[in-house]
């Protein structure tokens, strides 16, 4: 079935970077975009930005450009999504989650903390 | 950058009606701002609801209707059951590349 699966957990250090995985199986990769989402512990939704598997393209939140890249790899259907420059506000879950067809499929979320 | 804005909580009896409603700071919300709506219980991933102002997926139970309303994107549950109790986010979209904003979110309780 069409599911999008990410990595549990990431424990990292204030300064340092992350790169999370989405790896999307049961349809053609490169035909629906990949939007990331975050939600810091007891806080709302967060978009952070979007990537075109097919050719690369990206679109960034305003607040997270220069810190945020994402990237894909068709030859193993995953797209990622690398944060720099961590500090503790960046504690939160990150979501992916297929748009195209009305974000109609999400990631479980990959926990990340930002712990010195 | 634009600011989504929805009601904090909003509180509704079993089988009554409620509209939640999402503004944006920049004006009117129109289909131009593809509207979505997310349900969010405790522990678990966002649930698409609505997406592009009122189309439902399949999984969309038939009492949540999206729609504009004054201005603003609604989203409307008639016949609340407890299950909705919930937390419920929308999305805007905005200019011509898909950069997107969520609004603070909405707490509904069902009692």
């Known amino acids: 079935q069409v599911q999008l699966v990410q990595p549990g957990a990431e424990v990292r250090k204030p300064g340092a970077s992350v790169k999370l995985s989405c790896k999307a199986s049961?349809?053609?990769?490169?035909?629906?975009?990949i939007h990331w989402v975050r939600q810091a512990p007891g806080q709302g939704l967060e978009w952070m930005g979007r990537i075109n598997p097919s050719g690369g393209s990206t679109i960034y939140a305003q607040k997270f450009q220069g810190r945020v890249t994402m990237t894909r790899d068709t030859s193993a259907s995953t797209v990622y999504m690398e944060l720099s420059s961590l500090k503790s506000e960046d504690t939160a879950v990150y979501y992916c989650t297929r748009a195209g067809n009305g974000m109609d499929v999400w990631g479980q979320g990959t926990t990340v903390t930002v712990s010195s | 950058q634009a600011v989504v804005t929805q009601e904090p909580s909003l509180t509704v009896s079993p089988g009554g009606t409620v509209t939640l409603t999402c503004g944006s700071s920049t004006g009117a919300v129109t289909s131009g701002h593809y509207p979505y709506w997310f349900q969010q219980k405790p522990g678990q991933a966002p649930t698409t609801l609505i997406y592009?102002?009122?189309n439902k997926h399949s999984w969309t139970p038939a009492r949540f209707s999206g729609s504009l309303l004054g201005g603003k994107a609604a989203l409307t549950l008639s016949g609340a059951q407890p299950e909705d109790e919930a937390d419920y986010y929308c999305?805007?979209?905005?200019?011509?590349?898909?950069?997107?904003?969520f609004g603070g979110g909405t707490k509904l309780t069902v009692l």
């Open positions: 049961g349809y053609t990769f490169t035909r629906y975009y």
């Open positions: 999305l805007l979209s905005y200019s011509g590349a898909w950069g997107g904003v």
């Open positions: 592009d102002t009122s």
